[in-house]
């Protein structure tokens, strides 16, 4: 069974665009399984997923979501980078350090140390090194990465 999305790019620039991702009151992502239609991208990824579970593998090959990593002396696949990484230790143990210094992207900007991803990196410079630093969010608005007080 294949599931498509009635996915049209937009620019942000496309005043027909509103602000909730609909088309001119249309919404974006419709099932081809049902009637659910819905103009955010998560919240169709989870109906496909909930409602109709056979066909969710297949939804996620079409969408380029099911595997972004694949391991380069073997060919495994694998959806996330820590997953890779957990291969890689198990099975190809030598490589590991090639894998790392190729992999690990984000730096620490006190003390140098990488880290795999941007969040790690983060929270490696708030619990190690009492900095928080404030983000922009894909939204536009900005969090803060000091932890709340609670009065």
């Known amino acids: 069974t294949e599931i498509k999305t009635d996915i049209e790019p937009i620019s942000l620039q496309d005043e027909s665009v509103e602000m909730n991702g609909e088309r001119n009151g249309e919404k974006r992502y419709k099932c081809d399984l049902c009637d659910f239609q819905e103009s955010k991208f998560v919240p169709f990824k989870k109906h496909t997923r909930d409602d109709h579970p056979d066909e969710y593998r297949e939804f996620l090959i079409q969408n380029n979501l099911l595997y972004k990593y694949s391991c ?37 900007d006190v003390c140098d140390e990488q880290f795999f991803s941007k969040v790690s990196s983060r929270n490696h410079e708030r619990l190690v090194h009492k900095i928080f630093k404030t983000e922009k969010q894909t939204n536009g608005k900005y969090k803060s990465g000091k932890p709340r007080t609670i009065s």
């Open 72 to 108: 380069e002396y073997c060919k495994e696949q694998f959806t996330s980078i820590m997953q890779l990484r957990d291969h890689i230790l198990k099975q190809h143990e030598s490589k590991y350090v090639d894998f790392e210094h190729k992999f690990k992207g984000f730096k620490c």
